[in-house]
């Protein structure tokens, strides 16, 4: 999540593509916490979200990925009556500062699968936005990490869907990109960790039927795959520290994260 460089090299070769939805899929409607509501929880240092303990992160000053400020405000992440998580790009009116968003769970996950359902057009990014699900190990930079993430990198030319692997030692990522183009907003997005390979699927709607899945992709043969269990990410942030480039702030909602071990 904390590294770009790779993607320059990779993006030379990948090819794009988009797929149209195959099945259609509602989910339901969420219901947003009107603004006075949300504004009278006080910041938190954590919160519940699917079954589980989540860090709120908050810094007073700047700090990667970007740099950037992060903000536990209600009004940066917050659960709605739903059940739903909202992550939120929004620039502070007094400081003029632009706060991003991050949760982190307590505890940590292996083998298994990690799915997470998603509202927004996530296909739709600014450029300078990054909207991260991964695992990561802090304080090991450039090892134990997966991604999933919506970015164009701070150019438009570039694919705006990208999995992301990092090895448990030694150096060398290996990543691919993709074009997303949606019908909607609603999407489900997963990877697959064993102790031998990391396998990702993205499903137009709130799904995991084979007829609505793109994107499939899996690490190389005899790639070096972390074995740890690591905790799960998700955040919403500026590439570069850079302000969205037409000014807007930015909202998605994770409708639920699910783990099951393998």
Known sequence: MHKIAMLIISLAVLSSCSKEVVQNTPAPQTT??????????????????????????????????????????????????????????????????????????????????????VEGAVDKLDKNIVLGLFNYKAGDDGHHEVD?????????????????????????????????ALNGTYTTHTFTRTST??????????????ANAFFPWTTPSGYNVSTLALPVHMNLWLYGGNAPSNQTEVEIIIHSFKFTAA
């Open 148 to 180: 999933i993430e919506f970015a164009r990198w701070g150019n438009n030319a570039w694919p705006n869907f990208n999995y992301t692997v990092y090895p448990a030692s030694g150096s060398g990522n290996v990543s691919q990109s993709y074009e997303l």
């Open 197 to 210: 390979a990391v396998s990702f699927k993205g499903y137009h709607g709130h799904t995991t039927a084979p």
């Open 32 to 117: 947003v916490q009107n603004e006075s509501a949300r504004k009278s929880v006080a910041a938190a240092s954590t919160i519940s979200f699917s079954g589980y303990t989540w860090e709120v992160r908050t810094q007073s000053g700047t700090s990667g990925p970007g740099p950037n400020y992060w903000s536990n405000s209600s009004s940066n992440v917050w659960v709605d009556a739903n059940g739903f998580l909202h992550l939120k790009i929004r620039k502070d009116a007094t400081t003029g500062r632009w706060l991003c968003s991050e949760v982190t769970t307590t505890q940590s996950f292996g083998y298994g699968s990690y799915v997470w359902e």
